[in-house]
C-alpha cells in the first residue's frame, strides 16, 4: 500500500506544524514575560558603586536575580539590596542597598547634618561611596520607584550564591546623638 500526498495537504501540514510552533512560542513567551513582571527577573550589574559586593573585579559584570514578592507589602529591611528606578530618569535602573526606613534619621557626612527618612520612601547608598549615585545625591527615594530586591548572584559561576545583608555600612544617626537636638 502506498501513500501519496500532493503538493496541496504538503502545504497544509506546513502551515499547521508552523502555527502549532508560533503559538507555543507565544504562550512560553507570556508566561516568561509575566514572570519577569510580577514574580521575578534577572539584571546585570553595571559600574562599581556596590563594589565589592557586585562586579569586585573591572572586568566582571555580575548578574543577579530580583524578587518582586516584597512590593506587595513593601517588606524591606536595613541593608537589603533594592533595585529601583532613578527619581530624574525612569528608563534607567540603580542597584543600592537600603541604609534607612521611613522615620529613620541619616547622618549625612558630606552635609553634617541629619535627615528624617520621610514616610513612603527610603534612604539607599551604594557600598562604593567615592562612585555611587544614590540618596546622598538626589535625596530619599519613593517606595514607588522600588522594582525589586536583590537576592542572590547568578552569574558568574564562580560568584554564585546568595546576597548578604550588610547593615555595618554606616551607623544610623539619632536626635539624642547630636548637640543641639532636644
Known amino acids: 500500500m502506498m501513500l ?3 503538493q496541496q495537504d504538503f502545504d497544509m501540514g506546513t502551515r499547521s506544524l508552523l502555527w502549532d510552533i508560533t503559538k507555543k512560542y507565544f504562550t512560553v513567551g507570556l508566561i516568561g514575560l509575566t514572570v519577569s513582571d510580577r514574580y521575578a527577573s534577572i539584571v546585570s550589574v553595571r559600574g562599581s558603586s556596590m563594589s565589592p559586593a557586585f562586579n569586585p573585579g573591572s572586568d566582571t559584570s555580575d548578574y543577579v536575580l530580583v524578587e518582586k514578592f516584597c512590593l506587595d507589602k513593601y517588606r524591606f529591611s536595613h541593608g537589603d539590596v533594592v533595585v529601583f528606578s532613578s527619581p530624574s530618569n525612569h528608563k534607567e535602573k540603580h542597584i543600592k542597598r537600603i541604609i534607612g526606613l521611613p522615620g529613620d534619621w541619616i547622618g549625612t557626612p558630606n552635609l553634617d547634618d541629619v535627615l528624617k527618612v520621610p514616610e513612603g520612601h527610603f534612604w539607599v547608598e551604594g557600598d562604593n561611596s567615592v562612585s555611587s ?22 552569574w558568574p559561576p564562580q560568584r554564585m550564591g546568595r546576597v548578604e545583608k550588610e547593615t555595618n555600612q554606616r551607623p544610623l544617626s539619632s536626635l539624642q546623638d547630636r548637640p543641639g537636638f532636644y
Request: hydrophobic residues 45%; aromatic residues 8%.
Open 133 to 154: 549615585l544614590d540618596s546622598r545625591s538626589f535625596g530619599p527615594i519613593p517606595l514607588g520607584l522600588i522594582r525589586g530586591r536583590v537576592t542572590h548572584i547568578v
Open 4 to 6: 501519496v500526498f500532493s
